[in-house]
């Protein structure tokens, strides 16, 4: 009876709750206490709103950068490595993953309420299955890999030691190995509804009912809490060792440093998960390098090399080359991988000193600066022997003759 009465809980919180998101707060603002621990430009923050059925990433000033509206009361959100985020659309039962313009490029139809979701290293998709009861690992295709029976599961994270760490039945946060055995677990709480993780061994538990944050030792001794919040839904550990929490019904997310003090808040109607990542901007490639000839003939077809390290490690995209004669733009298309040489041929037909300029270009539009090479064409014959010169200078037909060897 506990579980079945759990379960309708659950339900309402995920599947009801947000039209009471959107009538208490039905705006967004931004209060920042900032004490010098939350401000870095390029950290942004992805939050999940039911109160709007969206998903909207912020920077540090609260301006909205990205966001995806018209969703199913959405539940969890991850930006991916690819720059694509995941998200779990709950009422209708979908995990859906859309690129920056907002088109879903993959997804998942489940017959079930998922809660939570996460995209492995493997390229595999974790999902929790509110009441489907069971935890599954779907390939890119669709098919089921792994899976894991347990009363409603309400999120799920798989941990780098290959084993996986389940908020089962509003009341138990476990860890199963890959065989589903409990390796660890932390009972009693009230109404647990996220876990995570940390790098120190510990982990950090979400207790809506209990409304607070609180992080717990392998023991389960708790050696870290925030209390006071209003029906938490998420937490995470930040790099700066801050807390960044989705105070749902008090309608804001938080970030707090080990003091419980806060120094950044974000006013906005119901967030129910919520992510920190930094924006790494991408870097140009290095102005490349170009070998090749620095002389020749008229008429003859002579290769040049070029050669771009991209300090990002991305690919080159292309070579955008000038041969210095008045001939159109080339571009060397690849992707060719950073340090790898690219070549392409050209032919003067002029006699002339030639600048090749070129730069290069990564896969996400960043340009290198240009690079010259001088080419003399035709290559210009000298000597020292002045009888030679003196015979060139009385008899011209000689110039002819060795013009043309």
């Given at each position: 009876?506990?579980?079945k009465i759990?379960?309708?809980?659950?339900?309402?919180?995920i599947?009801?709750g947000?039209f009471t998101f959107?009538?208490?707060a039905?705006?967004?603002?931004?209060?920042l206490?900032?004490?010098g621990n939350?401000g870095?430009p390029d950290?942004?923050?992805?939050i999940?709103?039911l109160?709007y059925?969206s998903?909207i990433?912020v920077?540090?000033?609260g301006?909205i950068?990205?966001?995806?509206?018209?969703l199913?009361?959405p539940?969890?959100?991850?930006?991916?490595?690819?720059?694509?985020t995941?998200?779990?659309?709950?009422?209708?039962g979908?995990?859906?993953?859309?690129?920056?313009t907002?088109?879903?490029v993959?997804?998942?139809?489940?017959?079930?309420?998922?809660?939570d979701?996460e995209r492995l290293?493997?390229?595999n998709?974790?999902v929790?299955l509110?009441h489907?009861?069971?935890?599954?690992?779907?390939d890119?295709?669709g098919y089921v890999v792994w899976?894991?029976?347990?009363i409603?599961?309400?999120d799920?994270?798989?941990?780098d030691?290959?084993n996986?760490?389940i908020v089962?039945?509003?009341?138990?946060?476990?860890?199963?190995?890959s065989?589903g055995?409990i390796?660890?677990?932390?009972?009693g709480?009230?109404?647990?509804?996220d876990?995570?993780?940390l790098?120190?061994?510990?982990?950090?538990?979400?207790e809506y009912n209990?409304?607070?944050?609180?992080e717990?030792?392998?023991n389960g001794?708790?050696?870290?809490?925030k209390?006071?919040?209003?029906?938490?839904?998420?937490?995470?550990?930040?790099?700066?060792?801050n807390?960044?929490?989705?105070?749902t019904?008090g309608?804001?997310v938080?970030e707090?440093?080990i003091?419980?003090n806060?120094?950044?808040?974000?006013?906005?109607?119901?967030p129910?998960?919520?992510?920190?990542?930094?924006?790494v901007?991408?870097?140009?490639?290095?102005?490349p390098?170009?070998?090749?000839?620095d002389?020749?003939?008229?008429?003859?077809?002579?290769?040049?090399?070029?050669?771009?390290?991209?300090?990002?490690?991305?690919?080159?995209?292309?070579?955008i080359?000038y041969?210095?004669?008045?001939?159109?733009?080339e571009?060397?298309?690849g992707?060719f991988?950073?340090?790898?040489?690219?070549?392409?041929?050209?032919t003067?037909?002029s006699?002339a000193?030639?600048t090749?300029?070129?730069?290069?270009?990564?896969?996400n539009?960043a340009e290198s600066?240009w690079?010259?090479?001088d080419?003399?064409?035709p290559?210009?014959?000298?000597s020292?022997?002045?009888?030679?010169?003196?015979?060139l200078?009385?008899?011209p037909?000689l110039?002819y003759?060795?013009?043309f060897?």
């Amino acid at each position: 009876m506990k579980k079945k009465i759990l379960g309708i809980f659950l339900s309402i919180l995920i599947v009801v709750g947000t039209f009471t998101f959107i009538v208490t707060a039905n705006t967004k603002k931004t209060i920042l206490t900032n004490n010098g621990n939350s401000g870095n430009p390029d950290n942004h923050t992805l939050i999940t709103e039911l109160g709007y059925n969206s998903v909207i990433e912020v920077d540090i000033d609260g301006n909205i950068i990205w966001e995806k509206t018209g969703l199913m009361v959405p539940v969890d959100a991850e930006r991916l490595n690819n720059g694509n985020t995941l998200i779990v659309e709950s009422a209708i039962g979908k995990v859906i993953e859309v690129n920056s313009t907002g088109d879903i490029v993959w997804e998942l139809d489940l017959s079930n309420t998922p809660s939570d979701a996460e995209r492995l290293n493997n390229g595999n998709t974790l999902v929790s299955l509110l009441h489907g009861e069971f935890v599954l690992e779907f390939d890119s295709n669709g098919y089921v890999v792994w899976s894991y029976y347990v009363i409603m599961p309400c999120d799920v994270e798989r941990l780098d030691n290959g084993n996986t760490l389940i908020v089962k039945g509003g009341l138990d946060v476990i860890e199963v190995d890959s065989y589903g055995n409990i390796v660890w677990e932390k009972t009693g709480l009230n109404l647990p509804i996220d876990a995570e993780r940390l790098d120190n061994g510990n982990t950090l538990i979400t207790e809506y009912n209990g409304s607070r944050v609180i992080e717990v030792d392998i023991n389960g001794d708790i050696i870290w809490e925030k209390t006071g919040l209003n029906s938490p839904n998420d937490a995470e550990r930040l790099e700066n060792g801050n807390t960044l929490i989705a105070d749902t019904n008090g309608h804001r997310v938080i970030e707090v440093d080990i003091n419980g003090n806060i120094v950044w808040e974000y006013i906005v109607g119901g967030p129910f998960d919520v992510e920190r990542f930094t924006i790494v901007k991408n870097q140009p490639p290095d102005t490349p390098s170009i070998s090749g000839p620095d002389s020749g003939k008229v008429g003859t077809s002579y290769e040049f090399a070029f050669n771009s390290t991209d300090p990002d490690e991305d690919d080159i995209a292309e070579y955008i080359v000038y041969w210095g004669d008045g001939t159109s733009q080339e571009n060397i298309t690849g992707p060719f991988p950073s340090g790898e040489e690219a070549s392409a041929n050209h032919t003067w037909y002029s006699k002339a000193t030639y600048t090749i300029q070129a730069k290069a270009k990564d896969i996400n539009g960043a340009e290198s600066n240009w690079t010259y090479f001088d080419v003399k064409i035709p290559r210009t014959r000298t000597s020292s022997n002045l009888w030679f010169q003196w015979f060139l200078e009385h008899f011209p037909i000689l110039r002819y003759i060795f013009r043309f060897q």
